[in-house]
Structure formats: structure tokens, C-alpha cells
């Protein structure tokens, strides 16, 4: 959906009701958050153009992320235990762990992470879950709760200094705490000898039963009947399909072959045609099907549209496709002149003709989230094919990449290509190296344009799921979040909107601390709402409220004039006479004072105190809290009498505080009147 900006707070120091003596409208002025107010009779047709500006049209999907530096959602741990299937050497795992810590050697794709998320949610619940960021030098951390702690993939500089002095002195920790730590490894990494006895080298389970267990929930969930199911495994037992995954032993490769069964029983695709479908995927595969196309323009521009713009729409593969053919067609200079004329199909093949000659399909035509009108997306029909063209595209042909962008640059925007694209970009990225890996990113960080510093937002947050580029892209966003340039701050504040801030949403309240640090005055709209987009993602989970709560106080005692104060001012607004975010502008979920009152009591309480002895926000607090008053639902919710009681407490070392307690004391002493005059 298109994102519409965020209503500028009121400068600071001037009262929402401040009027100018001198206009001689000043009793019949409308105070209007959004739209259009007209005075005066009209004659004729009026045009009125609703929502974001163009430059700031863009889609504002939130992505989950994978690892987390923080406690992990329940459902989400339940999430990626449903199809879990035990390891080998699962027994093992848990003896070892009996010590507190466990170290899981495991090669790429292994399933070692799955393997933890299980050990782990035995001893202390799917909920009980911490992650530990992976660059996090152990020497330096401790356990604070009995909880299960789990460090995914073990830098290669956290590895040197992992000793067995330090494993025992944690096990000790831990030991004290009743709490657990399961640390994976990647098979490469070099640890020493003396952690050995903490060391368990993982074994995936066997795909065969990765496959069962998938079908029997596909079972369970209605996509498959018993029959079906039978029929399926009889598939699998086949000398075809078992040498299938004999040769991908993965369980992503059981997951997927899985999926191929299904497609197989339930849709009646043949069963070549599923095996077929299942070895596109790989590298081998992809670099095949580029060579056959090396010398035909129109399927490689077809080819790189669909892997960098899976399941969009028919119109704009299409759109894309001929944007990036001519480039495709210059590389190599002109076509030479021939003498001899030629015939040529100026129709050219049709377009579901040039798909099935690239491998790909229409999809069933449907209803976009974001879209008014349907949509018939374009897929690969191998699972992965799209991941590995584009990656294969991108890292071994010369000046593809550039290509890609320069097309990525003419095109216009269509609702989720900022979200496809950038995802797909950040799975190729995080396979890249050298300098130039985040450098490519900035044009488009930089941009004027919302959709595309949405799209480097996107492929950050794909690209810091890699422990091995998790410090890159944290530095790199320090850097932009310094820089004078309003959209790479933007890009920043973006970037924390999303799956890069809920994973560490610490990190991301201090690169938006560091995004408002700026001299200037005035908060450009759109940095303001990029800001508040990313607060009120944070604000989306409840672990993370506490965090943004103390952030926002902060910024509220910051020195009036200042973007952290008018930041502030804004989101308290907001939060007292509707929602935050207003009911307009972009956000996941959307909070009320009451809301805070109810479920983070001790740190609404300090936010309270702080807006009441500021000044530029008193009178907005003590309306909010009229408002819940009068609310009997909301005043009971948010045990608002006993909230009032500790605000009279806190009156004699608050100026701010004082002042409303004394106001209302006369409201409440005068004639009755319903609530109390702020």
C-alpha cells in the first residue's frame, strides 16, 4: 500500500489551538491532520489527489526476521519446530548439553538451527528463547535469566577466543542461573582444542523423513487427503525419487521434494516433470540454462526480470524485460550490417510462449494485498531457480549487476517490486565480497524516491540474516546515519523499520537516536516519518516496548528546537488524542496512551511525568489523561485512579506534575463536570 506521510507535530513552544490575532478567519479555521478543507462557495469540477506524494509511494511490508539478538516470539519458535524431524545425533546433543553448553558443528543448510531451537524449547519452553547476535564476543557476556541462549553461527573472531577456561567459567554461570546456551558453528571454523568435550558434529536427519513428516502435516492442515498422502509416499519409496535425495541429502531438500509430491498427487503433474522441477534449483542448473541464452537478449532479460522480481504481476515482467533488453543487447557493441535483407516477426512470440521457452509459468490470476485490482504473477517453476539465475547473473558475468540496477533505475514503481527486488539483491549480496558489496547499494540509499531507500532497506535486512556480514552492514549504517544527506538517513531510519530492527532493536533505537542528531531545526517530513515508521515497528512487539519508551523520555528531555525533541512531542501526540501512528500515516500496530497505561505501567509512568513538566507537551498529556477518564472501558483497563494516585506522589519534585495535579484538583472541587479540565 502506498505510505502516507506522517502529520508534522506542531513547532515547538506554539499550542495547538495558537491562532494569528490578525486573521479575520481565525473563528471559523479548520485544524486538519490530512485532506482538503474548503471555505467559499464552488462552482465547476474540483480535483482532489489523496495520499503520499509520488517520490514517497512505496509498500511498507514488514519482514520477520530469522535471527534475533533478543528474546524470540513464541510463534515463531513454534513455527520452525512444526516440521522438525530429530538428527542423528540428537541423543548426543542432549547429553552434552546436560554441561549448559552445547557447541553444534554443522556444515551450511544443515539444520543445525532447527536442532537448537528444539533443544533449547525442551528445557524452557518456546517461550523461554534468547538470541545472542553472532559477532558478540563471549568474553564479555553473561546470563542474566534462566533462559535457553543461542548464538547462531559463530564468528570467526568470537571462535579464537572461545577457550576451554571460558566454557567452563559460563557453564558455571549458567549452572547458577538453571539456564542453557547452544552455540552453532559453521564445519570451516576453526575452534580450540580444548572445547572439544562441549563439541557435537551435526548430522541432518534422513530427507526421506523430513519428507514424511511434511506430508503427514500437509495431512493434518486439509492440503492433502490420507489417500493422497499414501499415494505420496509410494512416490517416494520409488527408485527415482530416492535417488533424488540420495544426491540432496539437505532437509530443505526434503521440504521441497515434499512440496513436489503434493503437486504431484493433488494436481496430477507428472512425476518427471516434479523431479525436473526440483534439480533447477541449483547452480549447476541455472549456469546450464544461462548458456543455452547466451545469445538470445529477450529470454535473458525474461530470465533476470522473473528471478529479481519473483511473483509480480505479468505487466510488470513484462515492462522490466524490455527495459533491460537493449542493455543486454549493447553489451557486445552493434549488430554487424549484412547485405542481404531479412525477414523479421515484428509480432514476436507471445509472451506465455517466451515463458515456457525460460522455464516459467503464469500463476492463477488474484487480488494483491496492496492492489485494487488482480494480479497474475510469473514464477519459475523449479523451487530456487529464481535464487540461483539471479545469483549466477549477478556474481559471474561482468557487468550484469550494473545492468540490473541501470534497469532498476528506469523503471517505474508498481506496487511491491521494492520488496521483491530488495530481497532478492540481499540473498545475492550476502554471497558477494569485496568493497563494493554495500557501496552498490548507496545510489539507491541516497534517492529522492521512498520506493527505492525501501528497497536497500529490504536488502539490508536479507543481508544481515548472514552472520558474516552482520558487523559490515551495522557499520555501514552508522556511517549513513551521520551523514548530512536527509534520504540516507532516511535509508537508516527504513532499515530499522523492519526485520534488521526487530532482530536488534537496541542497535536500531541508537541509529535513530543517531539519524536525528542533526543541527537543523526542522524535521523534514519524510525523515519524520521514516522515523516514526521504524518506532512504531519496534512498538509492534511487546518485548520491545520498554526500550522505545525510555528512548522516547530520552528525546523528550532533549533541548527544545531539537529533531529528537520534535520527535517526541510528535509521537506523545499522537499517542494521547489518537493513535500512534495516527490513524494515516504508515504502521503495524497502533497505540494509545491507554494501551501503555494497561501493559508497561512503570515506564509509561516516567514517559508521563517527563511530557507533564514539559511544557510544549503539558497540556496534550493532561488531555489524554481526561480523555481515558472519561472512558469508563479505557479507565478501568488502565487502573487509571491508582495511576492518578502515584502521579500526586511524584507532584512535589515535578514542576510539571504539580501544576496538573493542582489543575485538577480545581476541576474536580468546582461544579461537577464530566472528567477534568486539562
Avoid at 76 to 86: I, K, M, N, T, W
Avoid at 263 to 271: F, Q, S
Amino acid at each position: 500500500m502506498s505510505a502516507d506521510a506522517d502529520t508534522a507535530p506542531d513547532p515547538p513552544g506554539q499550542r495547538a489551538d495558537a491562532r494569528d490575532p490578525g486573521n479575520s478567519y481565525r473563528d471559523n479555521q479548520q485544524r486538519l491532520d490530512r485532506g482538503l478543507a474548503v471555505m467559499g462557495g464552488i462552482t465547476g469540477d474540483v480535483i482532489v489527489i489523496t495520499g503520499a506524494p509520488p517520490d514517497e509511494d512505496a509498500t511498507d511490508s514488514i519482514v520477520k526476521p530469522r535471527l534475533r539478538e533478543g528474546p524470540y516470539p513464541a510463534a515463531d519458535v513454534q513455527a520452525r519446530l512444526r516440521g522438525f524431524v530429530e538428527p542423528l545425533a540428537y541423543a548426543q546433543c542432549r547429553k552434552i548439553l546436560d554441561s549448559h553448553i552445547l557447541v553444534l558443528r554443522a556444515g551450511g543448510g544443515a539444520g543445525a538451527s532447527t536442532t537448537a531451537f528444539a533443544l533449547l524449547a525442551e528445557r524452557h519452553g518456546v517461550d523461554g528463547i534468547t538470541g545472542l547476535d553472532s559477532p558478540d564476543d563471549l568474553r564479555r557476556w553473561s546470563p542474566k535469566e534462566g533462559r535457553g541462549y543461542l548464538l547462531q553461527s559463530l564468528s570467526p573472531a568470537a571462535a579464537t577466543s572461545l577457550s576451554e577456561v571460558l566454557l567452563m567459567e559460563l557453564a558455571a554461570a549458567l549452572r547458577r542461573l538453571g539456564a542453557h546456551l547452544v552455540i552453532t558453528v559453521r564445519a570451516e571454523t576453526a575452534l580450540q582444542g580444548g572445547t572439544t568435550p562441549w563439541q557435537v558434529v551435526h548430522r541432518p536427519p534422513k530427507p526421506a523423513d523430513v519428507v514424511t513428516k511434511r506430508l503427514n502435516i500437509m495431512v493434518k492442515d486439509g492440503e492433502l487427503t490420507p489417500d493422497q498422502s499414501t499415494e505420496a509416499l509410494r512416490h517416494l519409496a520409488s527408485a527415482s525419487f530416492a535417488s533424488h535425495l540420495h544426491a540432496h541429502p539437505l532437509p530443505q531438500d526434503g521440504v521441497d521434494t515434499a512440496q513436489g509430491l503434493r503437486d504431484l498427487v493433488a494436481n496430477g503433474k507428472p512425476a518427471a516433470s516434479v523431479l525436473h522441477d526440483l534439480q533447477t534449483g541449483s547452480p549447476a542448473a541455472a549456469r546450464r540454462a544461462l548458456a543455452e541464452s547466451c545469445h538470445q537478449a529477450g529470454n535473458l532479460s525474461l530470465m533476470a526480470s522473473i528471478s529479481l522480481l519473483a511473483e509480480q504481476d505479468r505487466t510488470v515482467i513484462e515492462e522490466f524485460s524490455a527495459i533491460l533488453r537493449p542493455h543486454i543487447d549493447e553489451r557486445d557493441g552493434p549488430m554487424p550490417a549484412t547485405d542481404r535483407p531479412q525477414s523479421r516477426n515484428v509480432l514476436g512470440p507471445a509472451f506465455e510462449d517466451r515463458l515456457e521457452a525460460v522455464g516459467a509459468c503464469l500463476l492463477p490470476s488474484r487480488f494483491g494485498a496492496a492492489q485494487r485490482y488482480p494480479v497474475q504473477p510469473v514464477v519459475f517453476s523449479g523451487r530456487h531457480r529464481s535464487d540461483a539465475l539471479l545469483r549466477c547473473l549477478w556474481l559471474d558475468y561482468e557487468g550484469m549487476a550494473r545492468l540490473l540496477w541501470r534497469a532498476l533505475e528506469e523503471t517505474p514503481h508498481h506496487p511491491g517490486i521494492e520488496l521483491a527486488a530488495g530481497q532478492a539483491i540481499g540473498r545475492v549480496l550476502a554471497h558477494a565480497t569485496g568493497p563494493n558489496t554495500l557501496r552498490q547499494l548507496r545510489p539507491f540509499a541516497e534517492s529522492d524516491m521512498r520506493w527505492r531507500r525501501r528497497l536497500v532497506a529490504y536488502a539490508l535486512g536479507e543481508m544481515v540474516q548472514d552472520p558474516a556480514l552482520t558487523g559490515a552492514v551495522r557499520e555501514q549504517l552508522r556511517q549513513w546515519s551521520r551523514v548530512r544527506l536527509v534520504p540516507l538517513r532516511c535509508t537508516v531510519a527504513e532499515t530499522c523499520a523492519g526485520s534488521f530492527g526487530l532482530a536488534r532493536p537496541s542497535t536500531a533505537l541508537k541509529l535513530l537516536d543517531a539519524v536525528l542528531d542533526e543541527p537543523d531545526k526542522d524535521l523534514a517530513d519524510r525523515l519524520r516519518t521514516a522515523v516514526s515508521f521504524a518506532l512504531s515497528t519496534l512498538l509492534s512487539e511487546d518485548v520491545n516496548h520498554t526500550l522505545v519508551l525510555d528512548c522516547l523520555r530520552e528525546w523528550q528531555e532533549a533541548d527544545p528546537g531539537t529533531q529528537r525533541h520534535a520527535m517526541a512531542v510528535h509521537v506523545i501526540e499522537s499517542m494521547c488524542l489518537t493513535t500512534f501512528p495516527r490513524p494515516s500515516a504508515p504502521g503495524v500496530r497502533r497505540l494509545r496512551l491507554a494501551d501503555l497505561l494497561a501493559n508497561h505501567r512503570e515506564a509509561a509512568f516516567a514517559l508521563v511525568v517527563t511530557a507533564l513538566d514539559d511544557p510544549v507537551t503539558h497540556d496534550t498529556m493532561a488531555a489524554g489523561l481526561s480523555l481515558i477518564e472519561r472512558n469508563p472501558e479505557q479507565r478501568q483497563r488502565s487502573a487509571l485512579p491508582q495511576f492518578l494516585v502515584a502521579l500526586s506522589a511524584a507532584a512535589r519534585s515535578h514542576r510539571g506534575v504539580l501544576r496538573f495535579v493542582l489543575r485538577r484538583h480545581r476541576a474536580r472541587t468546582s461544579p461537577p463536570a464530566e472528567g477534568f479540565t486539562p
